[in-house]
């Protein structure tokens, strides 16, 4: 019996099961957002090459596996897998196509059916191989583009700091932790790589990228808040004004942070409907200044709902407040909490691992650059409302 017209006959149905098997699957988490077309990728190609490989009188198309799977990892590397979700697709993938075709598999003689259970077998196994190498590849490449980064903001670093030594103690033993971990980890990878011989450390060494990675964004984001506010201390950030869509920017701001609070099961709800049709002023600056609250709100909740609200105040002013239903701010520490570096903590909470303690600090300058003004109303245990008061049309 010819298996390979099986399978390309059940080729449809095999991916919609696969597809929906993947879906319910709790332990590839990566693909609850994605759309049908997201989730398939590259599997059709992989299952036509595996009708050519079964097949008695046509040629292998090994190459077709071998594309086919490097552009999957590739992609599942960008969609934010991980080694493991990679695994578990192909898992289901070759549960789902026995499944499939176990009928016509029993009617076969015992020399087909181990014939071509071992093809299929040797095709995923090839195919999960490829797209782990696809998958490391694309990682590296974006490690290699982090670590410019790093090095280009490391440079503009040096040289701020040079002219500000207040805070560089503190400053560097922020630094340190992340910093260490990037070069250690670095290095085990390197030197697991250099005696590499078989395919079975690849998923050890994909969770020593994994962690490179988190503590590279961590420190990035860290510079970049440091760098933000040297810029507004040495008076170098330029408006750029122009009429903005307040409505849009806030709900850009919101589709943006979304996956951030669904992943502590956060609602953001948005009232805009007493919003300005739109405001003079820096559209940058704004959205900074919305999306480091917004993002600050979501950090310190644990449970609840963020409110984001827009109105008008009357002819020359608008206030955009962030409400969250978070650990609040006791009143002795409002007075500093826009102060750089100043981390609410206590005994039993202290703050949190990526706190720089610059988010707010940078808000409240972003504020008084925009010609407006913040203020904060917080309980502990309650929550905590920032208002944003901005004018309707910043003075040239």
């Not at 093809?119 to 190498?133: G, N, P, V």
């Not at 590296?140 to 980064?149: A, D, F, N, T, V």
């Not at 589709?255 to 709800?269: F, H, T, V």
Request: aromatic content about 6%; some cysteine.
């Amino acid at each position: 019996m010819d298996f390979s017209q099986v399978l390309a006959e059940k080729a449809d149905t095999i991916l919609d099961k696969w597809v929906t098997a993947v879906r319910k699957d709790r332990r590839i988490e990566s693909a609850d957002d994605l759309s049908y077309t997201a989730v398939k990728d590259h599997i059709p190609d992989v299952l036509q090459a595996m009708v050519t490989v079964l097949s008695k009188s046509q040629d292998n198309d090994i190459q077709s596996i071998v594309t086919a799977s490097f552009q999957h990892g590739a992609i599942r590397a960008e969609q934010g897998f991980d080694p493991a979700e990679i695994a578990r697709e192909y898992h289901l993938l070759r549960t789902v196509i026995f499944d499939a075709i176990q009928a016509d598999l029993l009617k076969g003689t015992p020399l087909d059916i181990i014939r071509s259970m071992r093809l299929i077998d040797a095709i995923i196994d090839e195919a999960i191989a490829r797209c782990f190498k696809s998958y490391v590849d694309e990682r590296l490449r974006e490690l290699q583009q982090l670590q410019l980064s790093l090095t280009l903001h490391n440079e503009e670093l040096t040289r701020l700091m040079s002219a500000n030594q207040e805070y560089l103690s503190q400053l560097a033993h922020e630094l340190k932790h992340p910093l260490t971990s990037i070069i250690g980890y670095s290095d085990l990878f390197l030197r697991q790589q250099r005696r590499k011989t078989q395919i079975k450390d690849t998923s050890a060494n994909l969770e020593h990228i994994e962690r490179v990675l988190r503590n590279g964004r961590q420190l990035l984001h860290l510079i970049n808040d440091v760098l933000e506010l040297s810029r507004y201390e040495a008076g170098q950030i330029k408006l750029q004004l122009a009429p903005t869509d307040v409505r849009e920017l806030i709900n850009n701001v919101c589709e943006m942070l979304e996956p951030l609070a669904a992943g502590k099961n956060l609602k953001i709800l948005v009232d805009c409907d007493r919003a300005p049709k739109e405001l003079i002023t820096d559209p940058f600056q704004c959205q900074q200044i919305i999306t480091n609250l917004i993002s600050n709100a979501i950090r310190y909740t644990e449970s609840g709902t963020i409110i984001i609200m827009c109105q008008v105040l009357d002819r020359e002013r608008c206030a955009i407040a962030v409400c969250d239903t978070g650990i609040g701010i006791a009143s002795e520490n409002q007075a500093q909490i826009f102060e750089p570096y100043f981390r609410v903590s206590s005994s039993d909470r202290p703050y949190l691992p990526d706190s720089t303690g610059l988010g707010l600090a940078i808000v409240s300058r972003l504020v008084k650059l925009l010609q407006g003004t913040i203020n904060l109303v917080s309980e502990v245990e309650v929550g905590s409302t920032f208002t944003v008061i901005l004018p309707l049309e910043i003075e040239s």
